[in-house]
Structure formats: structure tokens, C-alpha cells
């Protein structure tokens, strides 16, 4: 079945000497309704602890799992693509090794995530395997989202999943994490995943059914909040501290991981993970809460590109690859005619045209000594000339904003 395809660069485009632009029309309608799952064309899924592990016997939810994983096929039978962020490791492992409910030292959450990682993944693996889908297991330290180029090769790697019809199933590497590396909720993990992924949503399966007024168990007042446009003062002011044994974050967390990614381009929608095919009772309209961007992951990540990196070299390009860009093509080794500073691959660079002219800003996938080596050359060539399979592109149309964007 083919797979949903990367979505196309939102604005067409233009003269490599033209600045012209034309702004998207903000996201501002309190009173819009609610956006139906089935428009959206990437989706990341977060499962908890809470839910996906017994608090009593500290095994898997087996039935429960088994109606999200008949969700998650019927979304991936349309091609949707799919990524799951799961806690339970800890708590898997803490059960396998026998080291009851007590408080964890770091070295004894670390060994019981070794364990759990295990357990866990067997546990995906079997249930996604059910619904004709494969799983794929990466496993995510907070620098691989924060350092640029540990963050493309993350990008890649699930790019590459997505396109092979595969559902990465992605947790932090507690592992090797410690207080001071680390996310400390994986709410805030699946919304980084949804911005190095391009994902349009991000669901967060919760023990509560979206955001009130005020906590519903301590004020019987509150009220829910089904569509947030935009996050205010006020709106992060109404998140307490709703948690659970087996879990880190509340909704604090929660509302932090709608701020990065509805920034990053993403609606996120908190919905209860209590009930049996949580996907399908958020598409048949149950109590949620959405956030809504006021973006879209591509020009979302082009902006950040476009203003929020400092750039560390230039490529200046000729005539043929100025034209190929304007069709939407992405630039080439072959259209450099020459480079200039010291940059990494992963590192922001400006595209000069033969005018000298700047013609856009872009993430390199390689580095200057190794760029220098392949500039006029033929993509087919790299291997040869480096001695390794590098990227055909020298910057991918997706890492690449326009002057004036």
C-alpha cells in the first residue's frame, strides 16, 4: 500500500532574486470546531506508563493495547503515518527484577530500564505485529533533539521508517539519562519527536480527558476546555500537577509539550487513554482537549531555519541549480560552483545565486572539507570520491527556506 508522502513545501517557489512572500493567514477563531483525525497525514501517539502497564501486577494491558493497536491500524490501512512514544520500561523491568514499588535509585532505574527496553519492545512488537504493521525501535537521549546534527540523523532514520511503512516506537534512553540529559516526561519527548518528524499532530493518551478550569477532582466547578487557539498566561496557569504512580508528567507537562508543538508546527490534543480504542473515540468526538498551531510543520521549520540559526558558511550556486531550486528541487553537489567558511554537517549555511545574491538558508548534510571535495560533481560520484554513501543532496528542499520566507 503506498504511504502517505512527506508534505509538499507549503509556499511555491520563487526567483532566486525575488523576497516576495505571501503570509499564511493566522489561526485565530476561538469558537472553530474541533479538527477530525483523519485529515491529518503524520501522527505521534504517547502512551504512558499509567496505561500501558497493571499498577498492581506491573504487567501489560494486553486488551487495552490490543484496541489501540486495532486503532493504530485502521489510521495506518489509510496510509497515515504512525509514531508511538511509550513509557513502561521502568515499570516493566522494576517488575522483572523484582524491585517492588520503592523509590529507585538512579543506577536501579537505569538497570531497570535495560530490562524493561526489552520486555517493551517484544510487547510492541507482538501487538503492532497483529494488525499487519511492523515496529521499529529507536531509543532517544535529549541531546539527539537539541545537538543539529544528531537531530538529522534522528530525522532521517525515522523518515526512512515512515517511508518502509514501518511505526517507530520511540522512548527516552533512560539507560544512560541522568537528571541533567534528560526530558524527565516523554509528554515533552513526543512533541520533540513531532517537530524533528514534521509530524501535523501529536495525541497524548492521558488518564485525564483534556485540560479544565481548574482540577475536576478538587472543584466540581471546573470546566473543560475542548479548543485552546492559542496558549496564554492564563491558559498555562489552569495546568496542576495531575500525575500518577507510574507516571511523570501532569498536565503542566503537558500543556508545555502543546507549547513546542504547536511551535513546531503541530496541533497536539490530550485525550483519556481510559477507555478501549482511544484513537477511534477521539475521531468519534469525545471529550479532548486540542491545541491548535497556527503553522504547519513545513513552514514551521522553515522559519526556524530561515531566523533562528546563525549561519556558519555559504554555498554559492550557478544558473542551472538557481532554476532547479525554483521548481522545488533540492540542491544538488553538482549546481555548487564554490564554498566558503567552516561549517558541520547539520550546521545552517546561506545559498548564494551567481549574482551573489542570497537565495536561501538550509541545514548542509555535509561537512565543508567533505563539500569541498564533491562541489560540480555528480551525485553518483560521492562514493567514489569520499568513500562512503553520503545524502545525494548537499541541502534536501525540506531543510531549505527561501529568502524571504
Known sequence: MARAQPMPVANPPRPCNSAAMTASAPMSTVQQPAPQLASFRRIVVKVGSALLVDPKEGVPRTEWLSSLAADLGMLHRRGTDLMVVSSGAIALGRTVLKLGRRPLKLEESQAAAAVGQIALARVWSETLAAEGMKAGQILLTLGDTEERRRYLNGRNTLDKLLELGAVPVINENDTVA??????????????????????????????????????????????????????????????????????????????????????????????????????????????????????????????????????????????????????GKSLLPAGVIKIEGAFARGDAVIVRGPDGDEVARGLVAYDAEDAAKILRRSSEDIMMILGFSGRTEMIHRDDMAFAGE
Open 178 to 327: 541522568t537528571t541533567e540529559i534528560r526530558y524527565g516526561d516523554n509528554d515533552r519527548l513526543a512533541a520533540r519527536v513531532g517537530t524533528m518528524a514534521s509530524a501535523d499532530l501529536v495525541v497524548l493518551l492521558s488518564d485525564v480527558d483534556g485540560l479544565y478550569t481548574a482540577p475536576p477532582q478538587k472543584d466540581p466547578t471546573a470546566t473543560h476546555l475542548p479548543v485552546i487557539p492559542r496558549i496564554t498566561a492564563e491558559i498555562e496557569a489552569m495546568a496542576g500537577d495531575v500525575g500518577s504512580e507510574l507516571s511523570r508528567g501532569g498536565m503542566r507537562t503537558k500543556v508545555e509539550a502543546a507549547k513546542i508543538a504547536t511551535s513546531g508546527g503541530a496541533h497536539l490534543v490530550i485525550a483519556s487513554g481510559r477507555v478501549s480504542n482511544p484513537l477511534r473515540a477521539i475521531e468519534q468526538g469525545a471529550r479532548a482537549t486540542w491545541f491548535l498551531t497556527p503553522a504547519n510543520p513545513v513552514t514551521a521549520r522553515k522559519k526556524w531555519i530561515a531566523g533562528s540559526l546563525e549561519p556558519k558558511g555559504t554555498l554559492y550556486i550557478d544558473a542551472g541549480a538557481c532554476a532547479a531550486l525554483k521548481r
